[in-house]
């Protein structure tokens, strides 16, 4: 068993002391100090178990033998720049690239998901000679300057007017709550016409387009699955005005879909991007990550007479680290794994979805899966607070889980890869429990004969009946301690995932007050 230098109070006083204020950690009212961790197991300092639904860094599982086998046999002989030649780099790329359609056939190694994306911006504007991007509405695409700039989940937390002239945000082509949902015939092309509109009035302000980034599925944005055909037609709107096509693969690439290795092949195969970026999956937890792009853009890259170096990517260590992953993954067909699993889980929340009124909206492909919860199906109002409560009860009973998007409301499922059909049903049963929970103060759940379960892209109508649905809220819970949770799910000025959230503090505020009969708990109470 592992050891520990510190107590918990003893590492939490240090990293006060020592860490940045800024760098939040997960359950800030009470964090967890994990000493190790095997598989989709994390273990605390007591060696509690806890069931990991969130970490899709530990791509293949934590601490897997065959990674960690790999890193100190390698360590053991060498590590160091790809200045020097080492056939570990070339067997990297050369079984990377195999994976991605012909034309992505240049590697680019770097360290982070957000070095990557940063290079991307570099190649797309050396490439074009232009010089402004498109984003999505609600898009994260890493932590450095260049890519705050283009990520409207951080800059719009920013003071007014921080959004620079250079960026364009396009809608998020989400069908569920967004400008065209999924009652509409062609979502996919009013959400590109959008696009399409965007840079037609960039241009009229004399501005050039580089390139249109995006996530493949967006994370951070609340699990958004873009419609087929939805990439395609924004390619060529961008094609058009000589820009290129950058898809963000750092949270869901990897074989995290099931069906395909890369999430950007849910479009069809008659979709290919100008430039990928890769992350976070890629090498199981060692700091690794990639952009693969096509052979004219590397060669007018290069023509710029600048040479690109970087210290570690590409080192050796990385490279057998990286091999390994890509071996593990078809080894133990951990795509199939995902589509396996990934159905059976989204079949256990669709039955979950004809029960509790909470559940507005379930989304996914694969392990990639996103919860919507509602206090109105109707309205789709977004369950701000209880998806706060329901990760903190889930914490209690020894489950990871995190809630993101736009309000922090969708609770998503990113495990890793190797979650199983028992581990999906054990966490399903909680939920419904915490749910039922709720339910019995506020009287909310959904009558059999008025449940219509839905997936993302079916209208979500109780048609059985005219009354108008109850609103599920948290205005019943009965007993002290759950009153307490609730209302550390809302003081806390971060969720579980880190983020502060300046929108949804003032949301909180605005919220008229949730009471139970004895007025216990009441959002005029919180700080924020």
């Given at each position: 068993?592992?050891?520990?230098l510190f107590s918990k109070q003893q590492t939490i006083q240090l990293r006060h002391r020592h860490i940045g204020p800024s760098c939040k950690v997960f359950f800030s009212k009470d964090?967890?100090?994990?000493?190790?961790?095997?598989?989709?197991?994390?273990?605390?300092?007591n060696d509690t178990k806890f069931l990991d639904c969130?970490?899709?860094?530990?791509?293949?599982?934590?601490?897997?033998?065959?990674?960690?086998?790999?890193?100190?046999?390698?360590?053991?002989?060498?590590?160091?720049?790809?200045?020097?030649?080492?056939?570990?780099?070339?067997?990297?790329?050369?079984?990377?690239?195999?994976?991605?359609?012909?034309?992505?056939?240049?590697?680019?190694?770097?360290?982070?998901?957000?070095?990557?994306?940063?290079?991307?911006?570099?190649?797309?504007?050396?490439?074009?000679?232009?010089?402004?991007?498109?984003?999505?509405?609600?898009?994260?695409?890493?932590?450095?300057?260049?890519?705050i700039d283009i990520s409207p989940y951080k800059f719009r937390e920013l003071p007014p007017g921080s959004q620079k002239e250079f960026v364009h945000v396009a809608p998020s082509p989400d069908i569920y709550r967004g400008k065209y949902r999924e009652d509409h015939p062609d979502p996919a092309t009013v959400y590109a016409d959008d696009v399409n509109l965007l840079i037609q009035e960039a241009q009229k302000q004399g501005r050039k387009m580089a390139a249109f980034i995006a996530e493949s599925m967006q994370s951070c944005g609340g699990q958004?699955?873009?419609?087929?055909?939805?990439?395609?037609?924004?390619?060529?709107?961008?094609?058009?005005?000589?820009?290129?096509?950058?898809?963000?693969?750092?949270?869901?690439?990897?074989?995290?879909?099931?069906?395909?290795?890369?999430?950007?092949q849910l479009q069809g195969e008659d979709f290919v991007p100008d430039i990928v970026t890769m992350g976070k999956p890629i090498g199981n937890g060692h700091p690794m990550s990639c952009v693969v792009t096509t052979k004219e853009i590397a060669e007018a890259f290069g023509a710029?007479?600048?040479?690109?170096f970087n210290t570690f990517g590409g080192n050796p260590v990385s490279c057998a680290i990286g091999l390994a992953v890509l071996n593990i993954i078809e080894k133990e067909d951990l795509s199939g794994?995902?589509?396996?699993?990934?159905?059976?889980?989204?079949?256990?929340?669709?039955?979950?979805?004809?029960?509790?009124?909470?559940?507005?909206?379930?989304?996914?492909?694969?392990l990639f899966i996103g919860v919507d919860l509602v206090k109105d199906r109707k309205k789709r109002t977004p369950a701000m607070a209880e998806a706060q409560y329901i990760i903190y009860r889930l914490k209690e009973q020894n489950i990871l889980l995190s809630a993101d998007g736009p309000h922090r409301n969708v609770l998503k499922f990113k495990p890793p890869m190797c979650f199983t059909m028992e581990n999906a049903k054990f966490v399903v049963e909680?939920?419904?429990?915490?749910?039922?929970?709720?339910?019995?103060?506020?009287?909310?759940?959904?009558?059999?004969?008025?449940?219509?379960?839905?997936?993302?892209?079916?209208?979500?109508?109780?048609?059985?009946?005219?009354?108008?649905?109850?609103?599920?809220?948290?205005?019943?819970?009965?007993?002290?301690?759950?009153?307490?949770?609730?209302?550390?799910?809302?003081?806390?000025?971060?969720?579980p995932d880190g983020n502060s959230n300046h929108r949804n503090r003032v949301a909180f505020r605005q919220q008229s007050s949730y009471r139970s009969e004895h007025d216990a708990l009441s959002c005029k109470r919180i700080r924020t």
């Amino acid at each position: 068993m592992a050891t520990e230098l510190f107590s918990k109070q003893q590492t939490i006083q240090l990293r006060h002391r020592h860490i940045g204020p800024s760098c939040k950690v997960f359950f800030s009212k009470d964090p967890l100090k994990i000493i190790r961790a095997q598989g989709q197991y994390m273990y605390d300092e007591n060696d509690t178990k806890f069931l990991d639904c969130i970490n899709n860094v530990a791509h293949v599982g934590h601490c897997h033998p065959d990674v960690v086998q790999a890193a100190a046999k390698q360590m053991e002989l060498l590590n160091t720049n790809s200045r020097f030649l080492h056939d570990n780099l070339v067997q990297y790329a050369k079984q990377l690239t195999a994976t991605l359609p012909a034309k992505l056939s240049v590697c680019y190694f770097v360290n982070s998901g957000s070095e990557a994306n940063d290079l991307a911006l570099r190649l797309a504007r050396q490439y074009t000679g232009h010089h402004d991007i498109i984003t999505l509405d609600h898009a994260y695409h890493g932590h450095i300057t260049s890519l705050i700039d283009i990520s409207p989940y951080k800059f719009r937390e920013l003071p007014p007017g921080s959004q620079k002239e250079f960026v364009h945000v396009a809608p998020s082509p989400d069908i569920y709550r967004g400008k065209y949902r999924e009652d509409h015939p062609d979502p996919a092309t009013v959400y590109a016409d959008d696009v399409n509109l965007l840079i037609q009035e960039a241009q009229k302000q004399g501005r050039k387009m580089a390139a249109f980034i995006a996530e493949s599925m967006q994370s951070c944005g609340g699990q958004i699955i873009p419609p087929p055909g939805y990439f395609q037609k924004v390619a060529q709107y961008v094609h058009n005005v000589g820009g290129v096509f950058i898809a963000d693969e750092v949270q869901v690439g990897f074989g995290r879909v099931g069906k395909h290795f890369w999430a950007f092949q849910l479009q069809g195969e008659d979709f290919v991007p100008d430039i990928v970026t890769m992350g976070k999956p890629i090498g199981n937890g060692h700091p690794m990550s990639c952009v693969v792009t096509t052979k004219e853009i590397a060669e007018a890259f290069g023509a710029s007479g600048l040479e690109y170096f970087n210290t570690f990517g590409g080192n050796p260590v990385s490279c057998a680290i990286g091999l390994a992953v890509l071996n593990i993954i078809e080894k133990e067909d951990l795509s199939g794994n995902a589509t396996k699993v990934g159905n059976y889980l989204m079949d256990l929340l669709r039955e979950q979805q004809a029960k509790h009124h909470l559940i507005g909206d379930i989304r996914g492909v694969g392990l990639f899966i996103g919860v919507d919860l509602v206090k109105d199906r109707k309205k789709r109002t977004p369950a701000m607070a209880e998806a706060q409560y329901i990760i903190y009860r889930l914490k209690e009973q020894n489950i990871l889980l995190s809630a993101d998007g736009p309000h922090r409301n969708v609770l998503k499922f990113k495990p890793p890869m190797c979650f199983t059909m028992e581990n999906a049903k054990f966490v399903v049963e909680k939920i419904d429990g915490i749910l039922s929970d709720l339910e019995k103060g506020t009287r909310a759940g959904v009558p059999n004969a008025e449940s219509k379960p839905v997936e993302n892209g079916v209208p979500l109508t109780l048609r059985a009946s005219k009354r108008k649905p109850p609103q599920a809220s948290v205005s019943g819970l009965n007993n002290s301690k759950d009153e307490l949770h609730y209302t550390e799910a809302l003081q806390s000025e971060e969720t579980p995932d880190g983020n502060s959230n300046h929108r949804n503090r003032v949301a909180f505020r605005q919220q008229s007050s949730y009471r139970s009969e004895h007025d216990a708990l009441s959002c005029k109470r919180i700080r924020t």
